[in-house]
């Protein structure tokens, strides 16, 4: 949503309206990421960085949705899943053309995502990672 009120707000050139929805989006994500109201202790980065990229360009939203199910149907991991999406998420970008600025966006997104997730990486590498459905 806030993707949308950003590229609404800046709506009479094509090329800010994209930057403001990505502006409006990245404070959504460090809001998700660090809320006020919880101690600043959150975890729907995830998400909402998916629900950026889906609002972005619906192609870069499904491919990295894509990637997040081939990991997961792979590892049942849904840690894994997670990072491995988001590290794809500015290659898939840049892939798909959006230019710098929006691939750059995309990728302090894919870093503050898989630093968020340091712990988690631990505990794959360890093999310590909960699976979802055994193990």
Known sequence: ???????FLLRDSPSLAALG???AGFGAI???NWPVYFQFRGGKGIWTSFAVALAFD???GLAVLSAFAVVFALSRMVSLAAIVAAALLPVIAWLSGSGPVATGVFFVLAALAVARHHSNIRR???GRESRIGGE
Do not use: S
Request: hydrophobic fraction near 65%.
């Open 30 to 32: 460090v809001g998700h």
């Open 58 to 60: 619906w192609r870069i």
């Open 21 to 23: 929805g990505l502006a």
């Open 124 to 126: 794959i590498l360890e």
């Open 1 to 7: 949503m806030a993707f949308l009120i950003g590229r």
